[in-house]
Each structure stands twice: as C-alpha cells, then as structure tokens.
C-alpha cells in the first residue's frame, strides 16, 4: 500500500500544480461587474467621471472604458500576468495592452509611441476594497511629469 501510495505521489504533485497554476490565471470574483465613481488629479487641477466594466470572457476576461475602449485579456503563459488578444501594432500608434494580478490589485498597462516617436504609459491599478474598486491611474508621457489620479468607484447596476 506504501508503495502505490509513493507511486501516486508525483501524478498528485503534477495535478496540484496544475491547478494552481490555472487558479493564478483567473481573477478573483471581486473584479467583476460595473464601476463608476469620480477621479481626481493629485495636484487638484482636475476631477472627473470614470465608469469601467470588467467581465469574463472564454479564456480570460475583458476591461472596457465606456463609451469607446475594450481590450480582452487571456492567460499570457506566466503566472498572474495577462496579455491582450488584439494584435496591436505599437509603431502605427495603436497602443499594446497587457495585465498583472497581485493579490487583490489588477494592474492594467496601456502603452503608445506618438508620430513623432515620443511615448504615453498608463497605468490603471485596480484594488478590491468591500464590494467596491480603488483606483489609481498613472500616466508617464514622455518629456512630461508624471500625473496620478485617484478614486474610489462603486459597483452598479447587475
């Protein structure tokens, strides 16, 4: 019995990993759903509206920002990190998305390379707090001081 016992072990090892690697490439329930709330700029030159919807999709999940923008991640074959289906082509300005997941924070990256060859990151930290998102965006352009914006945005809606 010993013996079956040492023999299973290795093939229960390989399905435990397995699993945890799969689990690591979903996000927890908390993200999902509606959000909206209001931004801020840390300098105070600026409040806005901000709404977001993160939803499940077949291998992964998707992020849009109403009314325009939506990008689907998917699994990008290391663990927690995430990587837009869209095949985006960076030098003809259109930006490359991709995604982390570090506990309870969703990290989404947006980069772009204007005409003229200078650059724009944002950064979109989502955080789960209760039922509700903390947000935190960064923008790094090129030549420019960073800007961070900050919110808490609510769930709404099903």
Do not use: C
Not at 63 to 84: C, D, L
Not at 90 to 107: C, M, Q, S, V
């Amino acid at each position: 019995m010993r013996a079956l016992f040492h023999a299973a072990l290795p093939g229960l090892a390989l399905v435990l990993a397995a699993s945890t690697a799969y689990a690591q490439q979903t996000l927890p329930e908390g993200f999902f759903g509606q959000f909206r709330g209001k931004l801020a700029v840390d300098d105070g030159t600026a409040e806005g509206d901000f709404t977001v919807v993160i939803r499940r999709t077949g291998r992964g999940f998707a992020v849009s920002w109403p009314p325009r923008i939506s990008e689907t991640f998917e699994p990008a074959g290391r663990p927690n990190v995430f990587k837009s289906v869209a095949d985006g082509r960076i030098l003809e300005g259109d930006p490359f998305y991709w995604a982390r997941l570090d506990g309870k924070t969703l990290i989404v990256y947006a980069a772009l390379i204007g005409e003229h060859g200078g650059y724009r990151i944002d950064n979109y930290t989502y955080t789960v707090s209760a039922s509700d998102l903390d947000l935190v965006v960064r923008q790094v352009v090129s030549g420019a001081e960073p800007r961070t914006s900050k919110g808490r945005l609510e769930r709404y809606g099903q």
